[in-house]
């Protein structure tokens, strides 16, 4: 992983499985996942054995030069595990723990040569993503440079879902995955 692989899919889909057996788990949405056209296909086979189908896939779109500074940015405190970001979170001392004034790292998954590994990867499976599940009806795609604020709208609005529950999120490199348990929104009185 730190040399910008994809997880293996035996890791991603038992933990995919394993979600979609709790009895909260009606709903799901993963995140960071498929990455390949194999994974797409699978997951299909998947969600059908359990009686499930795929109704939305969101493609949040940011150019890489964004996807690099945000990564990059990214410095952690190893004992603790407080984050900093560079332009978006700064410690109060540069290179600093603001708590303990230790020494920040920066982790191999973070680097540039290991996003920009990683994006390759991302890009020579990704057509074949969003092809299969555009030929499904299925694919939206959203602007992810935005406000937070304003992606999220983007991607409640396609869904009409709210997080309920967050059942074992892994980051795993430089995008994480993870399965949500979803539920339909309240709608305001």
Known sequence: MNAGKLVPNELIFGMIS?????????????????????????LDEMLT?????????????????????RGTGRWIH????RTYHL?????????KDDVTGE????RED?????????????????????AYYDAKKALYKVKGDSKIEE???AVEKVLDLSLIHI?????????????FCLKKKKKKK
């Open 78 to 81: 190893q004992p603790s595990g």
């Open 87 to 95: 332009v978006f979170k700064p410690p109060k001392d540069a290179g």
């Open 18 to 42: 394993k979600t979609m057996e709790k009895p909260e788990c009606k709903r799901i949405m993963f995140d960071g996942f498929p990455r390949s056209l194999e994974q797409a296909q699978k």
């Open 110 to 130: 973070d680097k540039e040569a290991t996003i920009r590994s990683r994006l390759k990867v991302f890009h020579d499976n990704n057509s074949a993503v969003l």
């Open 151 to 153: 992606v999220w709208s």
């Open 49 to 69: 054995t359990k009686g499930k189908k795929l109704t939305a896939v969101i493609y949040l779109d940011v150019p890489d030069e964004e996807l690099v500074k």
């Open 167 to 179: 059942s074992e999120p892994t980051r795993l490199g430089m995008i994480s995955y993870a399965v």
């Open 103 to 106: 020494p920040l790292i920066q």
